[in-house]
T-cell receptor, first 109, second 112 residues
Framework: GIQVEQSPPDLILQEGANSTLRCNFSDSVNNLQWFHQNPWGQLINLFYIPSGTKQNGRLSATTVATERYSLLYISSSQTTDSGVYFCAVEGTGGFKTIFGAGTRLFVKA | EAQVTQNPRYLITVTGKKLTVTCSQNMNHEYMSWYRQDPGLGLRQIYYSMNVEVTDKGDVPEGYKVSRKEKRNFPLILESPSPNQTSLYFC???????????FGPGTRLLVL
């Protein structure tokens, strides 16, 4: 099955700093989503981005499907950005969803 | 308000006592799914359903059952819970497969 790897596993930022999170996947995908899990455990949709680039405020994402990776950019980070960021994919050959292990982000005030 | 709801939110039970976690969505979504989240392992898919009466196994289906008798509901059944099923469970739905998934608030289960 598809393997999904996220990097870095942990990230500590000073408030106001920028960061890039990466998601690599091992096979072709029809669907790629980025989620933020806040400290209370809630999973929040950030982007549905099987290909191309999208922006939403301080967050943007790019997926290069042909090279099998996606990037999530966080600019001017805030303490409320803390939590775990997951990418999840669905392969072209089936209907299962595979999550990466996540990037744990802590933003210091 | 469009949402996915799960009940109960917290549950403590004992080994072998059958339990059901309910999941309901009000968005007329065809695709629904259950995940478990364990420390260091991310989320792993247990079962998914493409539509009413259509279900299939995810990556970790052992010890779980599901049913999809109505479009809005997708209950997760643990016939004989064991301590290794202690976890955080999420239900999710999307309009169709391979589209944006929306997650419920999660159910924390402790099996003693």
């Amino acid at each position: 099955g598809i393997q999904v790897e996220q990097s870095p596993p942990d990230l500590i930022l000073q408030e106001g700093a920028n960061s890039t999170l990466r998601c690599n996947f091992s096979d072709s995908v029809n669907n790629l989503q980025w989620f933020h899990q806040n400290p209370w455990g809630q999973l929040i949709n950030l982007f549905y981005i099987p290909s191309g680039t999208k922006q939403n405020g301080r967050l943007s994402a790019t997926t290069v499907a042909t090279e099998r990776y996606s990037l999530l950019y966080i600019s001017s980070s805030q303490t409320t950005d803390s939590g775990v960021y997951f990418c999840a994919v669905e392969g072209t050959g089936g209907f299962k969803t595979i999550f990466g292990a996540g990037t744990r982000l802590f933003v210091k005030a | 308000e469009a949402q996915v709801t799960q009940n109960p939110r917290y549950l403590i039970t004992v080994t072998g006592k059958k339990l059901t976690v309910t999941c309901s969505q009000n968005m007329n979504h065809e695709y629904m799914s259950w995940y478990r989240q364990d420390p260091g392992l991310g989320l792993r898919q247990i079962y998914y359903s493409m539509n009413v009466e259509v279900t299939d196994k995810g990556d970790v289906p052992e010890g779980y059952k599901v049913s999809r008798k109505e479009k809005r509901n997708f209950p997760l059944i643990l016939e004989s819970p064991s301590p290794n099923q202690t976890s955080l469970y999420f239900c999710a739905s999307s309009l169709r497969s391979k589209e944006t998934q929306y997650f419920g608030p999660g159910t924390r289960l402790l099996v003693l």
